[in-house]
C-alpha cells in the first residue's frame, strides 16, 4: 500500500454531514483527510439558483434516482426517492429550510441513548457554533436572539425574498383557525404560522460544500476525490479477536482503489447509502447477507431497519382573484418577467425554495407538543416534474412529524452498483391512518376561515366528497409523497439495544475504527425538515473524533 493512499481519516460521502466532517477534521493540518464523492462537483449552475431543484431532481448528474418499492400504504404506488449524488448532497438539491425540531426530539434520543448529550440543551451550542443567522445583522440583536441564534458561521440562515398574498391571507386564516403566528420556528416549541427561514446567501442556494468544504479546499492535507464510488469496506481482526475497519474499495474512471485510514473510516453515506455499504460489506441482518451470498463479517440485525420519514399530504385548492404561479409562470411574458427579477433583484419565483409558508400545529388537543407541520405553496400539480396546472391554487401539504410506521432499506444483491430496496412502509399503522384524516379535515378549516374567503376556494384534491376517517386514510395514500427526509436506518442506542447499529458516540457496534455520521444514526425522526440536525450531528461527531473518543 502506498503512502499516498493512507490517511489517518476516510470520510465516505461529501454530502451534508461529509463537507462539514471534512472541514473540522482537517483543521487539524499534522492530520491527512480523504473525503469521498461518489458524484461529481457541484458546478452545474441550477444547483445554486434556488428553483433549480426542478432541474436536480430526477437529473443523474444530481441524483440518485432512487424509487421506493410498491408501498401498500400509498395504495400500491412507487415514489420517486431524491438523494443527492453530488458535492453538498442532498442539501445540493433540497428545500433549503432552515429546522432544528423541538426539544422532545432530542430529549427522546438522550432518554433512548442513556446519553444526555443529546438532549436539547446540550445539543443547542451546535446548531449555533456553525450558525450566520440573519438576525445577527442587526446590532440591536438582544439576549433572546443570542440564547437560541449564532452569528458569523458558515451556515447562512436568510428570509425568503418574496411573498405572496395568497400566503399571508393563509396565514391569516390559520390563526384565525387558532394557530399563532411565529417570526422564528427554531427556539424550541415551534407551534405557529410565518414564513420559513431558508439556507441561502443574498438569493442563491448555500449548500454544504459552498459552506464548509469550499472554503478549506486548499488545505494540503484534505483531498476530496470525485465521481469516485465506495463499493466495500475492508477489514482485520486482530490477535485479539476485535474486528478493525482500515480502509475501503473505491471504484473510479481509473479502477478499484484500496485506500487505507490510520484512525478512522466515517461513514456518511446518509440513510440510504450507508446502510447499503455497510450490508455490501458483512455488516449488518446475517441471514441478508447469506441471501446474497456476502460472508457475515459481524452480524447487526439493526443495519437498513428503522426507517422513518415525512409523508406530505397534498390537498390542492382552487381560488379565484389572486394570481399564483399556475398562471403566472404560464405564458412566456411571465417566464420572462420572473427570469428579470431573479437576475437584477434576486428575488422573486425562481428565490423560492419548493415551500414558502410554514404552520406548526396538534392534529387533536390531547398532544402536549405540534405533530403537524404545513408546507404551504402558490402552486399546484398532480406530481412532481409533471406541469402545473392551468388554474389557479395553492397547495396545502401537512405531514406527519412524529410517524409510528417504520420501513427498511436492503441490499437486492451482492453488486454494488445496484440501487437497494427502499421501503418506508407509510401509513402502515392505525395511528398514522389516523392523524392522516385528521389532517385533512383541519386543512379544510383552515381554508373555511373568513381570511381565505374572498377567494372562494374549492378542494381540488381530495375532494369534499370524502369525508369518514377510511376514506380520508386511502385518498391521503392517494396523494401524499415524501417530503425527502429519510432518517434512522442505522440508529444509536444503548448497549443492551440489539437493534442498535451505532452507540451514542456513533462508533458502529462490534466494530473498531468506524463510525456512522448522518441522518441514519437518528434513533426517531426529528419534528421538522433534517437538513439542520444533520449537521449538528457531523459536529458533535467531529469534536469527538477529534478529541479521540
Known sequence: MSESLTFDYVVVGAGTAGCLLANRLSADADQRVLLIEAGGRDNYHWIHIPVGYLYCIGNPRTDWLYFTESDPGLNGRKLRYPRGKVLGGSSSINGMIYMRGQPRDYDGWAALTGDDAWSWDACLPYFKRHEDHWRGDSRDAGDEFHAYHGRGGAWRVERQRLRWDILDDFARAAQQAGIPATDDFNRGHNEGVGYFEVNQRRGWRLNAAQAFLHPCKQRANLVTWTHAHVRLLDFERGVDGVLRCTGAQVQTAAGVHAVRARREVVLAAGSIGTPQILQLSGIGPGALLQRHGIAVRHDLPGVGENLQDHLQIRAVFKVHGVPTLNTLAASWLGKVRI???????????????????????????????????????????????????????????????????????????????????????????????????????????????????????????????????????????????????????????????????????????????????????????????????????????????????
Not at 404551504?376 to 392551468?390: I, T, Y
Not at 373568513?450 to 391521503?476: F, W
Request: aromatic share 6%; glycine share 6%.
Open 339 to 549: 427570469g428579470l427579477e431573479y437576475l437584477l433583484k434576486r428575488s422573486g419565483p425562481m428565490s423560492m425554495s419548493p415551500s414558502q409558508l410554514g404552520a406548526f400545529t396538534y392534529s387533536d388537543a390531547g398532544r402536549e407538543w405540534p405533530n403537524l407541520e404545513f408546507h404551504v405553496q402558490p402552486l399546484s400539480l398532480d406530481a412532481f416534474g409533471e406541469p402545473l396546472h392551468r388554474f389557479d391554487a395553492f397547495t396545502a401539504s401537512v405531514c406527519n412529524l412524529n410517524p409510528t410506521s417504520r420501513g427498511h432499506v436492503r441490499i437486492v444483491s451482492a453488486r454494488p452498483e445496484d440501487a437497494p430496496a427502499i421501503a418506508p412502509n407509510y401509513l402502515s399503522t392505525a395511528a398514522d391512518r389516523s392523524v392522516a384524516a385528521q389532517s385533512l379535515r383541519l386543512t379544510r378549516r383552515v381554508v373555511s376561515q373568513p381570511a381565505l374567503a374572498r377567494y372562494r376556494p374549492e378542494e381540488y384534491r381530495p375532494g369534499v366528497q370524502y369525508q369518514t376517517d377510511d376514506e380520508l386514510a386511502r385518498l391521503a395514500g392517494d396523494i401524499a409523497t415524501t417530503i425527502f427526509h429519510p432518517v434512522g436506518t442505522c440508529r444509536m442506542g444503548r448497549p443492551e439495544d440489539a437493534s442498535a447499529v451505532v452507540d451514542s458516540q456513533l462508533r458502529v457496534r462490534g466494530v473498531a475504527g468506524l463510525r456512522v455520521v448522518d441522518a441514519s444514526v437518528m434513533p426517531t425522526i426529528t419534528s421538522g425538515n433534517t437538513n439542520s440536525p444533520t449537521l449538528m450531528i457531523a459536529e458533535r461527531a467531529a469534536q469527538w473524533i477529534r478529541e479521540r473518543r
